[in-house]
């Protein structure tokens, strides 16, 4: 006989044929209490006949994203950012949880100091939960205790130039002073993986393909080789954030087969967008690493669906418009990062479904997989937090850079059609809303 959910004191009921529970998919009905799951149900489970319940019939219910890695650039370079506009655009993305990178806002978050101005600035602005990395630079490997003291999910390092003054890049020495404490502690490290030798200069700014060559493959595979030893050295949770480069993946799997606790993140952009695509002068596409070629592209799909990179994130880091010179459409000078926190579950389900991949791989790449990363509590189950996303798999839309809630509406992704819309968004069984997020 189906439970009778209709006597409980549910804050929301609702069911769907399509429900992304840790189990895999299949028709339930979920209920939640006190912003928490209480009880996945047979889909035949009775409806309460208070109005609580909802049959959302083909509707998906996925688990709340997460995505670890966005610039959200508050406090100091609200302009390019902000966390009201970036936990907006979140929500509507389905992101229940973002990680805040240390840079690009003033200050850095490479102190106690930079981290408590980063928490002051977001009171009352969040949509959803937020929290924070700490940055590693060269000279506060000191601080680094006691940003884990308070509170931080990562410790993030460029090996490169970050296109930030106050947040230089790392080198091995600063690596090696503090790996072991972040091992001690079972903090992960987060590495931007370039390591830059001489190349040739640009002939044409305005040329994609001179960017490209700019930032050859062999940048990443010389910093995953340090990146790799010096985790097998010192037993460092590591992480490779945003991987570009396929021919990167056999030593990364190679040393996962070791028993190295590595793991590995690529980003939608990655898996969308090829180098033979992008057109001279479109500079709304410069990333580092950069957008690499078709096959590589597909090499990165291969390595996804295999387990040797871990999930997928946005790396949204956006800036004002005139910041990517799209007029002179030069390389050279635009800055390097890709806006896209709303599009991240649309973008990667489209690529996916085109691959025979399910909702299912999609929400183990949005959301287990970063879940593992920051050690949250992420999936459908009973106790676990009722952050939930209303998807329609079977949509489509084709994206306006202006109907986005990023607070500059410049996007690579403008013009695309997309499959799947973001119905709703809940946080702890409430639908996400200015104010309802919290740090953590």
Request: net charge negative.
């Amino acid at each position: 006989m189906p439970a009778d959910l209709s006597t409980n004191s549910h804050d929301l009921i609702l069911r769907s044929r399509r429900v992304i529970t840790h189990e895999g998919e299949r028709p339930a009905t979920l209920s939640v209490r006190a912003g928490v799951i209480d009880e996945i149900g047979d889909y035949d489970s009775k409806l309460g006949e208070s109005g609580a319940g909802e049959d959302l019939g083909q509707l998906a219910i996925l688990p709340g994203l997460l995505d670890p890695h966005v610039h959200l650039n508050e406090p100091g370079r609200t302009e390019w950012e902000g966390f009201a506009s970036g936990t907006a655009a979140a929500a509507a993305g389905g992101v229940t949880t973002v990680v805040d990178m240390p840079l690009n806002s003033s200050p850095v978050t490479t102190s106690v100091a930079g981290l408590a101005a980063k928490r002051a600035a977001s009171v009352g602005k969040l949509h959803v939960d937020v929290g924070f990395h700490a940055g590693l630079v060269p000279g506060n490997e000191a601080q680094i205790e006691a940003l884990l003291n308070a509170g931080v999910m990562g410790v993030k390092a460029f090996l490169c130039d970050s296109g930030i003054d106050d947040f230089p890049a790392a080198t091995e020495r600063e690596l090696r002073n503090v790996m072991p404490l972040l091992a001690e502690r079972g903090i992960p490290l987060l590495v931007h993986a370039e390591l830059v030798s001489l190349v040739q200069p640009m002939s044409d700014p305005r040329r994609y393909a001179d960017y490209l060559a700019m930032r050859p493959p062999s940048f990443e595979r010389d910093a995953i080789e340090l990146l790799i030893r010096l985790c097998r050295e010192t037993g460092c949770r590591t992480h490779i954030v945003h991987l570009a480069d396929a021919g990167s993946l056999p030593m990364l799997r190679d040393a996962r087969l070791a028993g190295l606790p590595i793991t590995v993140e690529t980003c939608s952009h990655y898996l969308t967008f090829a180098s033979e695509e992008i057109p001279d002068g479109a500079t709304q596409f410069k990333c580092a690493p950069p957008i690499r070629d078709r096959a590589n592209r597909e090499a990165l799909w291969q390595g996804l669906a295999a387990g040797v990179i871990d999930f997928v994130t946005s790396d949204h880091s956006p800036c004002p418009p005139e910041m990517k010179h799209l007029t002179e459409g030069r390389f050279d000078l635009a800055w390097g990062g890709i806006s896209s926190l709303q599009l991240g579950l649309p973008v990667l389900w489209t690529e996916a479904a085109k691959r025979g991949h399910t909702l299912t791989d999609v929400v183990r790449w949005l959301c287990d997989g970063p879940a593992e990363l920051l050690r949250r509590e992420a999936r459908l189950r009973p106790g676990a937090p009722a952050n939930l996303v209303v998807f329609d798999a079977d949509a489509n839309f084709v994206v306006r850079g202006k109907a986005l809630h990023h607070r500059h509406s410049i996007t690579p992704y403008e013009g695309r059609r997309l499959n799947g819309t973001v119905r709703r968004t809940y946080l702890g069984g409430q639908l996400a809303a200015s104010g309802a997020g919290q740090t953590i």
